[in-house]
Structures are given as C-alpha cells and as structure tokens.
C-alpha cells in the first residue's frame, strides 16, 4: 500500500507559478520513476514531468521551458515547478509512483489558471 501527500495546487493568474510538491509513503521498493501527471475532464491522462531512477529528468513538450522537476526518489519525493503558467495548464495534476509492484497514484490537486 502506497499514500501520497501532495500539496501546492490553487488558483493562479495567467503568466504566474504554482510548486506542487508530492511525498509517498508506505510498501515501496525498486521505483522505476516518480513523477507528475494531469488530467482534464473528457480527456486523457498526461504525462507532465518525471524523475526516473536513474535521475534523468523528463519533461514533456507540454511544459518544455516553463516546468522543472526536482526530488529526491530515494526519499519518495517530488516536486513540480511551474512557471508561466497558460490557461490551458488548468487541470487536475497527480503524482505517480511507478515501482516493482504496480503504479500508484495520489488523489490529484487542482491546479486553475485563469484571471
């Protein structure tokens, strides 16, 4: 069994930055990544950033020069820098956990963009 804390989603003006921070706790070994998705009502799941065990760092297209990732796999934790943020960035954003065992995934924070 894997929980997550997450926390640092809420409402933002176009153009201005939210840190959204995760850490998992509970049953976990042998992480492959640990990372961020987001998800938009009537749409898929979509990869926004991850650390992968290695720690190379993956940051989708969809944030290329405006999110950054940073954390600590050994410590189950992540964090999600996002700047300039666009309307469009509005979303529900879950951190994920993928690891020997299965991939688990935190409740999701709301993230809003909008003046």
């Known amino acids: 069994q894997v929980e997550f804390v997450e926390s640092g989603g809420g409402l933002v003006q176009p153009g201005g930055s939210l840190r959204l921070s995760c850490e998992a706790s509970?049953?976990?070994?042998?992480?492959?990544?640990m990372g961020w998705y987001r998800q938009v009502p009537g749409k898929e799941r979509e990869l926004v950033a991850v650390?992968?065990?290695?720690?190379?760092?993956v940051v989708a297209n969809l944030g290329k020069d405006r999110f950054s990732i940073s954390g600590d796999i050994a410590g189950h934790t992540v964090s999600l820098q996002m700047n300039n943020l666009k309307p469009d960035d509005t979303a529900i954003y879950f951190c994920?956990?993928?690891?020997?065992?299965?991939?688990?995934w935190g409740q999701g924070t709301q993230v809003t963009v909008s003046s």
């Open positions: 994920k956990l993928s690891m020997v065992g299965g991939e688990f």
């Open positions: 509970g049953t976990i070994q042998s992480i492959y990544h």
């Open positions: 650390i992968m065990n290695s720690g190379t760092k």
